[in-house]
């Protein structure tokens, strides 16, 4: 019986040397049993090497076991049967207990029902128990602290839940961290152990745990042989702190001489291996200097060439240090004829990689392997399950309804979940009274297209099949868990019944299959096993909760701890594949290149920022007290210099490092300070830099598309190399490639011609009588095309229940119309008290609200303010209307003056040519009139909640023709009414609804309301006939409050301040005007819907359109252009007006 230590360097060849030993031994002595027990992650690569090393590649009394499955092994043999605690039942008690305890905790209680701290407290527990520290030991810790500190009320609160946790696994369960205890008691009675032979390989250290089981087994076994990494040139014996690269080494070797010593177990003279010609590294004299110098105190430099076997590459972002791997690999493999299994990837943060890992290998079809476990959080199967309990616990709310359905599970189509998502957005369908009811109102459709009444009715209809089918799923689910005093099991029963009558097993494995066709193996991998730990946490859940009352957020809590902590592994997806791992956990064996990826600083050394229940300063002062936990945030920091010497040393041939010079985050990056270490140890090696965006040669098909991406953009500026023009030749012949490259090749050269409609289609589209509105007209004059997907095809935004902008607008002009009439009724603007007008707006605004087709939108926590509001600039609007009204003598002729009462106004009805009218339809919100015997006097006012003001510019380009319109139309219909009297224009004007701030500076109450006044002052164009102007500001002096008017002193109209045109002008503009509303719905009729939106200086047709992602407009695509509207001076917009109106309003 002895303990032998095998020393030897990295690359020494201390696995060869012993897995020889064993082998030996076992072919000497059949009847013995041999065990070689490696880390977990290392056991299929060690069982492979032995049976490729014995005789006849068979292994008979030799078996390859981690320490967990050495447990097992013995269990079997003694019967002893208990139960393990994994992962996510551990969280599921954890919160049990919380619920209990949670009244005795002090600094814990406040966390302890945040996502995720019932996982840090299983690690701290889970960690207690890997050192072997006891409930009582901790308690008598607790014993040499302050009562007063900060680590104390931790500790004591972690007492706490441990001491119940360990009750609670007490005769019934064991965890994992206790498999190796319950081995320890049992080991001296297993046939299997006794006389049995140990070598461990591939460990840095073991855990007290662990150290625990190896006491006990030297009273059993017959013989230890234990590899240790560790620089034959020292004394493996000698003291040494942290900072000694081989501190890991010496302390398991002192932990294994003292369990020697104690247990009074021989030792056998120790192996020295020296690096020599069994060394990996023997036939690489860089990498050779590499492990003998690399942290070294009297570290020698190397003279010599070394770029052949060592590189760094800085590179612009962590995918492209990716690709430049996957690309090295694969030229490597055709030029050096290396197999996949012969390179490997390490890094410090595989999480950072991983998610590139599939779109980069693909790209040179390499197969690979990601050695890290996945969380199935956001698994759909899981979101699936997250999303229902959401769906009771908040009462069928918008998101949680839609979370579910798009899972992909919920057996519903794409097009229905879209098509109910709308209507359940515009009607504003919240809670379950509304989901179990049938649906009564159709879909809002608050857009500019009418839509029929029957398509109402059929969507109506659609939208009442889609719900009843969703409640039909969902109700019996709902009906368990919105109950009472329901326990676990009660809703767990629930839930699996609900998931079985979603066929969920049937759909997962239509899934898994899918993906296996689609040679996704880790998308198979996950799905495979994604049910199965659904079905094991809900079978967990019942036997340890089961009779647990809890509300559903709780149940939802505590099935999402358990979630949180289950993982999905993966296997290889064969031997001869490319690994990409990390420093610390990844195992490698026969590497001969290692691409070492994100040498940059925060990643090597890895960030050791504070996490966990304890801090890194609690842990030094644990640390301090002779409390063995694991290591603090100093201890690893050189640790990670170990782990880096020993993955530098795996390759036997070439060794790669990359940094980026940007994060994930595009965040600039700093390289790691082992690229400065690097370089003082060879004085050659160079930072090769790598531009972004570098097409690196390509060696496949899919990876040359970035290649030929690059020459195609040259090929198209007349640049096109030899190479490239192979290229294209290639790709363009091959069956796969070919479709790919016409596409390609197509877009480069892509010029864009114009879009134009058939004529017979436009007539499908819009009729031989054109039904125009102004705001119509104006979206075509600002782009075509806009007005085709708005009008033609009847594109539409999606619609919501909310109180828009627009909505706002409308409770406006609606609250104005209902306040003027009744004013009307019992008053006029010039008597009504301002007490009356109160009173009439008060039941104006309840009258409005009524008629909402949203009314209940203002029972919501914002209606207070949103009335408020709507109140106070009512209040203001009115106030300021009747003052402008009371300034002159024009009074309101008319409210909400409908064009299409009016059907036989020859300005309104328009002929076009000898097959087309175009009817013009619209509202004038107010129309004022004053009489003379000769004339009639007319002014159109159009209210606006927004920044709206009047340009004539604007109007000349067919952007603002509203009031012109509006205008024309008044004069017609006046016309009419006073026959023999002339119609005279006396202006068209905005008027903004809203409610100023003004500076006050002292000034007393009529001042202040003259400036507010002045603010509301109409905006447009006033005529400058002196009988016009004059009798709507009566008296005017100066400036005027009420129009856009100024006079000089000496009664003459100021340019400064004035906005106006002389009756001839007006005459003019309505020419105009008509000719530029006929000469776009000819357009129109012509089938104009050319992509060019217009561009005035910085503004263009683009701004706030609904509709850019959808016309595909890019002024950088040859053939795509603005219209450009050019900026004119007011003197140059009139001459043009003049010139293009003609002197007919006729089209």
């Known amino acids: 019986m002895a303990l032998q230590l095998i020393y030897g360097n990295s690359g020494s060849g201390k696995s060869t040397y012993i897995y020889e030993k064993v082998i030996q031994m076992a072919q000497a002595d059949r009847r013995r049993n041999f065990y070689v027990i490696v880390p977990e992650q290392f056991t299929m690569q060690a069982q492979r090497e032995l049976v490729r090393r014995s005789q006849n590649h068979v292994i008979v009394n030799i078996d390859v076991v981690s320490f967990e499955r050495l447990a097992y092994r013995i269990f079997d043999e003694l019967g002893i049967q208990n139960t393990v605690m994994e992962e996510t039942g551990k969280s599921l008690v954890l919160r049990k207990i919380a619920e209990e305890k949670g009244k005795d905790l002090t600094v814990l209680r406040g ?124 004394d493996p014996l000698a003291d040494c702190g ?67 076997e ?118 504003g369908i919240r809670g379950a009274s509304r989901w179990k009811k049938k649906f009564l109102k159709p879909m809002r459709h608050t857009g500019r297209i009418r839509v029929e009444e029957d398509v109402l009715q059929q969507e109506l209809a659609r939208a009442d099949q889609l719900r009843e089918r969703f409640w039909k799923q969902i109700a019996p689910f709902y009906e368990i868990a919105s109950g ?24 997962i494995h239509q899934a898994q299959e899918a993906f296996e066709e689609a ?54 997806p064969g031997a001869d594949c490319v690994i990409l791992g990390d420093i610390e956990r990844t195992r490698l064996e026969g590497i001969k290149v290692l691409f070492f990826l994100g040498v940059n600083d925060g990643m090597i050394p890895k960030s050791t920022a504070n996490g966990g229940i304890l801090s890194q300063y609690d842990r030094e002062l644990i640390e ?195 306040y003027c009439e009744n004013l009307e009724k019992s008053y006029d603007w010039y008597s009504v008290t301002e007490t009356q007008q109160e009173e009439l707006l008060k039941a104006a605004m309840q009258d409005a609200v009524l008629s909402m087709p949203n009314e209940s939108l203002l029972e919501s926590a914002r209606s207070a303010y949103v009335l408020e509001r709507i109140y106070r600039i009512m209040k203001r609007s009115i106030w300021a209307l009747t003052e402008q009204i009371r300034h002159g003598t024009f009074q309101p002729a008319g409210y909400e003056v409908d064009f299409m009462q009016v059907n ?33 006097y007319v002014r159109i006012i159009d209210y606006k909640s927004g920044k709206t003001t009047f340009q004539l510019l604007n109007l000349y380009y067919g ?57 509301l002052r109409l905006n447009g164009l006033v005529s400058l006939e002196r009988e016009a102007y004059e009798q709507m500001d009566v008296g005017l002096q100066g400036k005027s409050e009420v129009i856009p008017l100024t006079l000089n002193k000496d009664g003459s109209v100021s340019k400064r301040g004035t906005s106006g045109a002389a009756p001839v002008d007006f005459t003019a503009l309505t020419a105009f005007v008509n000719r530029k509303i006929c000469g776009a719905a000819e357009q129109i009729l012509k089938g104009d819907i050319d992509i060019r939106p217009y561009q005035m200086e910085s503004k263009t047709g683009c701004d706030h359109c609904p509709y850019h992602s959808v016309c595909g407009f890019d002024p950088k695509v040859e053939g795509y252009t603005f219209r450009k509207n050019k900026k004119l001076s007011t003197d140059e917009v009139w001459a043009n007006i003049y010139r293009e109106g003609g002197d007919s309003d006729e089209c």
């Not at 460990?203 to 745990?209: C, Y």
């Not at 859940?541 to 957020?553: D, F, H, K, T, W």
Request: proline share 3%.
């Open 111 to 234: 966390n302890i029902r945040k996502m995720g701290y019932i996982n840090e407290l299983k690690s701290m527990i889970s960690e207690l128990m890997q050192y072997d520290i006891s409930v009582e030991e901790l308690e008598d810790f607790l014993g040499h602290l302050k009562p007063e500190s900060n680590l104390y009320y931790k500790l004591s609160d972690v007492h706490t839940m441990y001491a119940a946790f360990e009750e609670y696994l007490r005769g019934q369960y064991v965890t994992a961290e206790r498999v190796l205890d319950v081995l320890a008691d049992a080991a001296e009675e297993s046939q299997l152990l006794k006389g049995a032979v140990f070598a461990f390989d591939g460990f840095t250290g073991f855990t007290p745990v662990q150290m625990k089981l190896l006491h006990r087994c030297m009273h059993v076994v017959k013989d230890m042989y234990v590899t240790v990494t560790l620089d034959v040139r020292e």
């Open 242 to 308: 942290m900072q000694d690269l081989f501190y890991m080494s010496r302390k398991m070797t002192a932990a294994l001489l003292r369990a020697a010593r104690e247990e009074q177990f021989p030792l056998e003279e120790a192996v020295f291996l020296e690096p020599g010609k069994q060394s990996r590294l023997a036939q690489t004299p860089v990498l050779q200097h590499l492990e003998q110098n690399l942290f070294r105190v009297k570290a020698q430099q190397y003279a010599g060439d070394c770029q052949k």
């Open 310 to 427: 060592l590189q760094i590459y800085s590179l612009a972002t962590p995918r492209e240090e990716l690709q430049f791997a996957a690309w090295k690999i694969s030229e490597q493999m055709r030029s050096q004829g290396y197999r996949y299994g012969e390179c490997a990837i390490v890094c410090g943060d595989v999480e950072c990689y991983e998610k590139y890992a599939q779109s980069v290998f693909s790209l040179y079809d390499i197969p690979y392997f990601v050695d890290m476990k996945s969380s199935i959080l956001y698994h759909p199967c899981i979101e699936l399950i997250r999303a229902v309990l959401e769906i009771v616990e908040k009462d069928f709310s918008y998101e949680s309804v839609f979370r579910f359905l798009r899972t992909g599970l919920s057996g519903f189509a794409e097009a229905d979940i879209d098509f109910l998502e709308n209507y359940v957005l515009a009607r």
């Open 484 to 507: 009472q005093e329901q326990t676990v099991a009660e809703l767990t029963r629930g839930l699996y019944e609900f998931l079985t009558e979603l066929q969920l097993e049937e759909q």
């Open 519 to 572: 040679g996704e193996e880790l998308l198979a991998s996950q799905y495979r096993q994604i049910y199965k730990i659904v079905v094991d946490l809900l079978d967990k859940l019942v036997a340890l909760l089961g009779e647990e009352i809890l509300s559903v957020r709780d149940y939802a809590d505590v099935l999402e701890e358990g979630f949180a902590s289950a993982k999905v592994g993966a296997i290889p």
């Open 624 to 818: 301090e007290q002779k409390l063995q936990l694991s290591p603090t945030a100093r201890e690893q920091s050189f640790l990670q210099r170990f782990y880096l010497y020993l993955n530098m040393t795996k390759p036997s041939e070439a060794l790669y490092l990359t940094y980026a010079r940007m994060d994930a985050k595009q965040k600039a990056a700093r390289p790691s300070y082992l690229i400065g270490t690097l370089q003082k140890l060879f004085a050659g090696l160079q930072v090769q830099e790598i531009e972004a965006g570098t097409a690196f040669e390509p060696l496949t098909a899919k990876s040359s598309l970035d290649a030929y991406l690059t020459g195609l953009t040259a090929a198209r500026d007349g640049e096109v190399t030899e190479a490239w023009k192979a290229l294209h030749h290639y790709l363009k012949n091959s069956k796969v490639w070919e479709p790919v490259v016409q596409e390609l090749f197509a877009a480069a050269f892509s010029k864009f011609t114009g879009e134009q409609l058939a004529v017979e289609t436009a007539r499908q589209l819009y009729g031989t009588i054109l039904t125009n509105s102004v705001t119509r007209l104006e979206l075509f004059a600002r782009c075509a095309y806009a007005h085709f997907l708005e009008y033609g095809l009847k594109l539409s935004e999606r619609e919501t229940y909310s109180f828009a902008a627009l909505d706002m607008g409308s409770m406006f002009h609606e609250i104005l119309q209902r």
């Open 904 to 936: 036989e106004l020859n300005v309104q009805n328009m002929i076009l040519d000898e097959e087309h009218k175009m009817r013009l339809v619209g509202k004038i919100d107010r129309m004022d009139t004053r009489e003379t015997e000769e004339a009639v």
């Open 959 to 1015: 952007q603002q023709l509203q009031l012109v319109v509006y205008l024309n139309a008044a004069m017609a219909q006046l016309k009419k009414e006073h026959p023999g009297k002339a119609i005279v224009p006396a202006g068209i004007f905005y008027y903004r609804m809203d409610d100023p701030m003004v500076e006050a500076d002292g000034e007393d109450e009529e001042k202040i309301m003259e400036h507010i006044l002045g603010e």
